[in-house]
């Protein structure tokens, strides 16, 4: 097997640097493309896929044998049905898969997982895993303890090549190389390319497509919506983050036309950087109708906490009660951005009805919405990641 010149033996997978280190600016890509994948001849199995920043991957098969970093990449490998695959993750011990739960028939088998990473990245642990594919940002890893460029190339030529693209969930890619933005579906093609799953991407593709069309169908005047604002709540302080900064950690919120309780204040003179710190007094400025907690759907406790006292403190806090969304109790539990697009439908259809309960109906808690409530197919969901299209 050869992967960017080298020979690397044991693996199934080849891949080949297909793009320049010139410097160049980020670009987005919001619109579907034709798939980057080739062809293959009677004569010639093989496939490529192509994304940035890792270049073209080639593949003689599916990958048997990965690793992953971030969630997402996760999520992507099982409900493409590949989870047997996932031999390393960098949070074996975390809550992965709380909304995938609630898909009837649905499993999850973890045990074979292991943690590359403690302290910092474990390379020899990758190398002991033997990965066929890294599932990782190569231009992220670097920034991770435990690893540095010199590893990233070492780890390419006699292990596995690198294949993610993690800077599209917030376009927040800050070097000077090139760099593509991806919406989450381009990526999630990306993975279905190279696990040869194109048939399940599709009809999870066309459930979203559907549940968006059944909210944008509905929604009110914008005139009429509420206001949000995504929080992290701890220790008193209140971490800000952007819900229209444009990549897909957001696309929830633009898929049920929410308006940005920071940006209806301050418009694009926002006074404070994002993923900051603001104080009550400026909680109070910006007064959303709507607070969210980031993380805490997955999280049954943050540093200890669950978010029902994650709002108990908040309320506890001086000049809380002069919060609206405090007023009317509508601080809601919010996702991560770094998951798969099952857990999107799920952010989806929560946010619905967190803005719009007369129209879309309460949100009781996770599990627990009625099926006559339910706004995309659970079953439906549950057929496409266990391979019954």
């Known amino acids: 097997m050869k992967y960017g010149g080298a020979v690397v033996g044991g693996g199934l997978l080849a891949g080949c640097a297909g793009q320049s280190d010139s410097g160049s600016t980020p670009t987005d890509t919001e619109a579907d493309e034709p798939s980057d994948t080739e062809t293959p001849t009677p004569e010639d199995e093989s496939?490529?896929?192509?994304?940035?920043?890792v270049g073209t991957v080639e593949f003689d098969a599916p990958p048997e044998r990965m690793i992953a970093y971030d969630r997402q990449w996760l999520h992507m490998a099982y409900e493409l049905g590949h989870g047997d695959a996932v031999a390393g993750f960098d949070d074996p011990g975390g809550t992965w898969f709380t909304l995938h739960e609630s898909l009837p028939g649905v499993s999850f088998e973890t045990e074979q997982i292991q943690s590359f990473v403690g302290e910092q990245v474990d390379k020899e642990l990758i190398y002991e895993i033997g990965p066929d594919l890294i599932a990782m940002d190569p231009y992220r890893a670097p920034t991770l303890e435990g690893l540095d460029e010199t590893d990233i190339e070492e780890l390419r030529q006699n292990v596995a090549p690198f294949f993610a693209n993690r800077y599209s969930v917030d376009r927040g890619y800050e070097g000077d190389r090139p760099y593509e933005y991806y919406t989450l579906y381009e990526l999630y093609e990306k993975f279905a390319q190279a696990l040869g799953e194109q048939e399940r991407f599709e009809a999870l593709r066309q459930v979203d497509e559907e549940l968006t069309e059944t909210i944008q169908a509905d929604l009110p005047p914008e005139s009429e919506r509420p206001t949000v604002m995504q929080v992290s709540y701890f220790d008193g302080n209140f971490y800000t983050y952007d819900i229209e900064q444009g990549g897909y950690g957001t696309r929830h919120y633009r898929n049920v036309g929410s308006k940005s309780a920071i940006r209806e204040t301050y418009g694009d003179d926002v006074p404070f950087e994002f993923g900051g710190t603001v104080d009550m007094e400026t909680m109070l400025e910006i007064d959303p109708d709507i607070l969210i907690q980031?993380?805490?759907?997955?999280?049954?406790?943050?540093?200890?906490?669950?978010?029902?006292?994650?709002?108990?403190?908040?309320?506890?806090?001086?000049?809380?009660?002069?919060?609206?969304?405090?007023?009317?109790?509508?601080?809601?539990?919010?996702?991560?951005?770094?998951?798969?697009?099952?857990?999107?439908?799920?952010?989806?259809?929560?946010?619905?009805?967190?803005?719009?309960?007369?129209?879309?109906?309460?949100?009781?808690?996770?599990?627990?919405?009625?099926?006559?409530?339910?706004?995309?197919?659970?079953?439906?969901?549950?057929?496409?990641?266990?391979?019954?299209?």
């Open 47 to 53: 496939y490529s896929v192509t994304m940035s920043p």
């Open 294 to 389: 980031g993380s805490s759907l997955f999280y049954p406790e943050i540093d200890g906490v669950s978010h029902e006292g994650i709002v108990e403190s908040v309320e506890n806090e001086p000049g809380a009660q002069d919060l609206t969304a405090i007023q009317n109790d509508a601080f809601y539990p919010g996702g991560t951005p770094y998951a798969g697009p099952v857990a999107y439908l799920f952010y989806s259809e929560l946010t619905a009805k967190y803005l719009y309960p007369e129209t879309f109906g309460e949100y009781p808690g996770v599990g627990e919405i009625p099926e006559e409530e339910q706004l995309f197919d659970r079953q439906r969901v549950s057929e496409i990641v266990n391979g019954d299209i």
